[in-house]
């Protein structure tokens, strides 16, 4: 995503803001997108836990309708995931993402407004004032989460996202951006670096009962 291999990788996204309607395709995407992300990091158990902990869809309802938190979707076309498989054929591979998953067929999307509208390929969730997670002063925004599906992984995706999170910190004349990243998310931790962030601290992020280590890092605007 970050790091796409070449310029001729990189695709435009049709972003838009999630409404409270949007909870069943934001639960499926973050399902799949965190399951792919971090398998593997803790027991089946504690995956579960936190799973519905954090993104069942009465949970991502309340999210939604929280005046300080915001949700972005980016969509590509319908069949644009194909030609995105081909082009990485082609280049010899995948070119490498931070935090990318595709766990399902376009078909088998259960949303049929959002395949007319185009497939969600991923989406960022904002935080401000006490919605953040961290006292990080009024004049800071949160990335709390940032998310591509694995088959649009090398696309700039999550670049356009970011840059959608720094154009609306801007315009409520915001001064600094923060985020939480897991310690061993190297592909991640680069990706950010590369936007400017750099690590300012670090708190325990709990994934289900497994105690795990965030950096916190952050950027001026």
Not at 2 to 24: E, F, H, L, T, Y
Not at 42 to 49: N, V, Y
Not at 196 to 202: D, I, K, L, M, S
């Amino acid at each position: 995503m970050g790091n796409a291999a070449n310029s001729d990788s990189r695709v435009s996204g049709a972003i838009r803001k999630c409404g409270i309607d949007d909870a069943a395709m934001l639960h499926q995407l973050s399902v799949e997108t965190y399951v792919d992300t971090f398998d593997g990091t803790s027991s089946d158990e504690d995956m579960q836990k936190f799973l519905e902990e954090t993104y069942s869809e009465p949970i991502l309802r309340e999210e939604l309708a929280n005046p300080n938190s915001v949700y972005f979707v980016i969509s590509m076309p319908a069949g644009a995931r194909n030609g995105v498989r081909q082009r990485n054929k082609q280049n010899g591979g995948e070119a490498a993402g931070f935090a990318d998953s595709d766990n399902a067929d376009d078909s088998n999307n259960s949303d049929s407004s959002a395949v007319s509208a185009g497939i969600p390929a991923g989406y960022i969730k904002l935080n401000f004032g006490d919605a953040q997670i961290e006292d990080m002063g009024p004049d800071a925004m949160e990335v709390q989460r940032l998310y591509i599906q694995k088959a649009f992984k090398g696309c700039g995706l999550g670049t356009q996202l970011m840059n959608k999170a720094f154009d609306l910190a801007r315009e409520r004349k915001l001064k600094k951006v923060w985020l939480g990243v897991w310690e061993h998310n190297e592909p991640a931790k680069r990706f950010y670096a590369s936007k400017g962030f750099v690590r300012v601290g670090q708190h325990a992020f709990w994934q289900g009962d497994d105690k795990q280590t965030d950096y916190l890092m952050a950027r001026d605007l």
